[in-house]
Every structure is written in structure tokens, then in C-alpha cells.
């Protein structure tokens, strides 16, 4: 047993790692600069301070698809962080890039996430000019609200871990998140919807489970060799076409029979009222918003916004039941 100090971890990576790997010891670096740390790279320094951030702890109690779910076994957004982790190193580790950097972005590419999934980000968008989105708002988290100095390619990841955004990611790294979010979430998300009788197993799409198996297991371990064996013919984080092909008819079959299904109508108009009751309350009660979300160069309702978004679905639904629900002295 010796001691490893940072020089030699970063020598490992100049030793070890694909030339298309980005290393640590050539980050951009940060917006503020500081000593280096004497055991560990900036890349595993950026991902210790995202795990011991309050912004990542939020995650276990924010959704991911079922609205505030009562199960044990049903995703949230915070496993479901942890499993898009898990790929995302899966397939770093298997195409010689940074296992940490990826492993960093994908711990913080949902904490700009609003209470109630993708269905706050349309609550918030008609507050905002163009959209609300969750992966800019996960940048002013980790760069504002809770500031953790993170790297620059920390934060490029995030920026850009949604397949809309564009400019794309700078790194490799960030496009392992893109594809490993994408990979994670249709696995679960059929488990899930399997589990809650939103769908049956003769329902899923004959393609998806010819292309990738029975099983959960299956699934990812197909997405993820889909994805390094193209890259690697191809020298950049690709999947081949035929498997992309299945996973879009895949996202779509999910988009149509799942996540804007019929019966979720009543619950997620439900969800937008409330994150809405809360901003406008928010945005004209300033002295009510805590003085953590109170960022000097942020008017009233980005204040608000700021705060409403960074809430869990059971916070904001204590909120709003303590705010609006009538009483007998009403």
C-alpha cells in the first residue's frame, strides 16, 4: 500500500486512456481558480462536491415519470441518476475515456431538474423567454444557487446532456451522458410502466425486444455494446444506426403510450397548477423566498423560479396544500 498522490493519477490517465480522452491535467478549468488538490484530479473532485451537494440529495424525492410516486420500487429521479452513472462508466471504461469526468456529468445532469419530471419545465416555460429548461438550470444550480466551482467541462456536460441542445457536448464524455441517459431512462421507464399496469409486456414493440432482449439486463447491455462497438469503428461516441433507429421507435412508442398517455392528463395538470399557484405566490411575496434563492442579480420572479424548481414533488405539494388549501375559517 503507498500513497497516490494527484501527478501519478494523472499520469495514469496520460498512460492509459484513448487519445480522444479528455484529461484532467488539460481542464479548462474553473471559473475561480484554486490549489489543486494533492490526492485527487479535478475531474474526482468535481464529482465528490456534486454528491455531498444538496442539489443531488433533492433527487430522491423528485420524479422521474409517475408523479410522487407511493411504491418502493419505482424510479426516482435520483436512482435513476445513479443507474445513468452506472452506464455512462460502463461505456467509458469500455472506449478508454474519462471514467471520471463522465461519471461527474452524469451525477449532476438532473439537478436543474423542477418537481414533477419533464411536466415542471412546462410549467415554468411560459415564465421564461424560449424555455424552461432543466440542463440550464442545472448549470446555474452547480454555477450560482449552489455554487461548487466545478470544472469547465463539468459543466458543459450538463449544458448540453439533452439530445435538443445545441451547441452539442465539447467532450466525448458529455455525449456518454447523452447516450447513457437515453439508455437508462427507456429501460426503466418500460419496467416501471410494466410495473404500475400502464403497459403489458405482449405491448412493447416486437422490434425493441428483438433488438435488445427480454430483460432489463438485456436492454442495457445491448444499448451500451451498441455503442462502443460504433464508436469505436467510427472514432467518435456513435451508435449505429440500425440499433438508433429501434431506439427511436422505442422513445416514441413510450412518448405516446406512457409519458403523454390519456389518463396522466388530470394528474399533470394537476402538477402545473401547482408549480404555477407557487411561482406566482413566490414571485409577489419576495420576503417569502429563502434567503439562499435570493441571488443578488436576479429580479422577483427569477427568485421565485429559482426556488419553486429546486423543490421535490412532496415539498412543493406541502407548500401548496399550506398555501391554498381553504380552511373552516375561510
Given at each position: 500500500m503507498?500513497?497516490?498522490l494527484?501527478?501519478e493519477r494523472?499520469?495514469?490517465e496520460?498512460?492509459?486512456?484513448s487519445?480522444?480522452a479528455?484529461?484532467?491535467a488539460?481542464s479548462?478549468?474553473r471559473?475561480?481558480?484554486?490549489?489543486h488538490?494533492e490526492?485527487?484530479t479535478?475531474?474526482?473532485r468535481?464529482r465528490?462536491?456534486i454528491?455531498?451537494s444538496?442539489a443531488?440529495?433533492r433527487l430522491?424525492?423528485?420524479?422521474q415519470?409517475?408523479?410522487n410516486?407511493?411504491?418502493?420500487?419505482?424510479v426516482?429521479?435520483?436512482?435513476h441518476?445513479m443507474?445513468?452513472?452506472?452506464v455512462?462508466r460502463?461505456m467509458?471504461?469500455?472506449?478508454g475515456?474519462?471514467?471520471?469526468?463522465t461519471?461527474?456529468i452524469?451525477?449532476a445532469?438532473?439537478?436543474g431538474h423542477s418537481?414533477?419530471g419533464?411536466?415542471?419545465e412546462?410549467?415554468?416555460t411560459p415564465?421564461?423567454?424560449g424555455e424552461?429548461l432543466?440542463?440550464a438550470?442545472?448549470?446555474?444550480v452547480?454555477?450560482?444557487?449552489?455554487p461548487?466551482?466545478?470544472?469547465?467541462e463539468v459543466?458543459?456536460?450538463?449544458?448540453?446532456h439533452s439530445?435538443k441542445?445545441?451547441p452539442?457536448p465539447?467532450?466525448?464524455e458529455?455525449?456518454l451522458?447523452r447516450f447513457?441517459?437515453?439508455?437508462?431512462?427507456?429501460?426503466?421507464?418500460?419496467?416501471?410502466a410494466l410495473r404500475?399496469d400502464?403497459?403489458?409486456?405482449?405491448?412493447?414493440?416486437p422490434?425493441a425486444?428483438?433488438?435488445f432482449g427480454?430483460?432489463?439486463?438485456?436492454?442495457i447491455?445491448?444499448?451500451v455494446g451498441a455503442?462502443?462497438?460504433?464508436?469505436?469503428?467510427?472514432?467518435e461516441v456513435?451508435m449505429?444506426?440500425?440499433?438508433?433507429?429501434v431506439m427511436h421507435?422505442?422513445?416514441?412508442f413510450?412518448?405516446?403510450?406512457?409519458?403523454?398517455?390519456?389518463?396522466?392528463?388530470?394528474?399533470?395538470?394537476?402538477?402545473?397548477?401547482?408549480?404555477?399557484d407557487?411561482?406566482?405566490?413566490?414571485h409577489?411575496r419576495?420576503?417569502?423566498v429563502?434567503?439562499?434563492y435570493?441571488?443578488?442579480?436576479?429580479?422577483?420572479?427569477?427568485r421565485?423560479?429559482?426556488?419553486?424548481?429546486?423543490?421535490t414533488?412532496?415539498?412543493?405539494l406541502?407548500a401548496h396544500?399550506a398555501?391554498?388549501?381553504?380552511?373552516l375559517?375561510?
Amino acid at each position: 500500500m503507498h500513497v497516490v498522490l494527484r501527478p501519478e493519477r494523472e499520469q495514469r490517465e496520460q498512460d492509459t486512456l484513448s487519445p480522444a480522452a479528455t484529461l484532467a491535467a488539460e481542464s479548462r478549468g474553473r471559473s475561480s481558480d484554486e490549489p489543486h488538490d494533492e490526492f485527487r484530479t479535478a475531474f474526482q473532485r468535481d464529482r465528490d462536491r456534486i454528491v455531498h451537494s444538496k442539489a443531488f440529495r433533492r433527487l430522491k424525492h423528485k420524479t422521474q415519470v409517475f408523479l410522487n410516486p407511493e411504491g418502493d420500487h419505482y424510479v426516482t429521479r435520483l436512482t435513476h441518476t445513479m443507474q445513468v452513472t452506472q452506464v455512462g462508466r460502463a461505456m467509458a471504461a469500455g472506449l478508454g475515456l474519462n471514467e471520471d469526468l463522465t461519471e461527474a456529468i452524469c451525477l449532476a445532469h438532473d439537478v436543474g431538474h423542477s418537481p414533477f419530471g419533464h411536466t415542471g419545465e412546462d410549467a415554468l416555460t411560459p415564465y421564461v423567454d424560449g424555455e424552461w429548461l432543466h440542463s440550464a438550470q442545472g448549470v446555474r444550480v452547480l454555477s450560482v444557487l449552489e455554487p461548487l466551482n466545478l470544472s469547465w467541462e463539468v459543466l458543459d456536460g450538463v449544458r448540453a446532456h439533452s439530445w435538443k441542445i445545441d451547441p452539442p457536448p465539447n467532450t466525448p464524455e458529455g455525449y456518454l451522458c447523452r447516450f447513457a441517459d437515453r439508455i437508462a431512462y427507456l429501460t426503466h421507464d418500460v419496467s416501471d410502466a410494466l410495473r404500475a399496469d400502464v403497459l403489458r409486456f405482449d405491448e412493447i414493440p416486437p422490434t425493441a425486444l428483438a433488438r435488445f432482449g427480454h430483460t432489463s439486463r438485456e436492454w442495457i447491455g445491448s444499448m451500451v455494446g451498441a455503442v462502443v462497438d460504433a464508436s469505436v469503428e467510427a472514432g467518435e461516441v456513435v451508435m449505429d444506426d440500425p440499433t438508433l433507429e429501434v431506439m427511436h421507435e422505442l422513445r416514441d412508442f413510450m412518448f405516446t403510450n406512457v409519458y403523454l398517455r390519456a389518463d396522466a392528463d388530470r394528474q399533470k395538470d394537476r402538477a402545473i397548477k401547482v408549480i404555477r399557484d407557487l411561482t406566482d405566490w413566490f414571485h409577489h411575496r419576495p420576503d417569502e423566498v429563502p434567503d439562499s434563492y435570493k441571488v443578488d442579480d436576479a429580479d422577483d420572479l427569477t427568485r421565485a423560479i429559482d426556488y419553486v424548481s429546486g423543490m421535490t414533488d412532496r415539498f412543493a405539494l406541502a407548500a401548496h396544500d399550506a398555501l391554498f388549501r381553504p380552511t373552516l375559517f375561510d
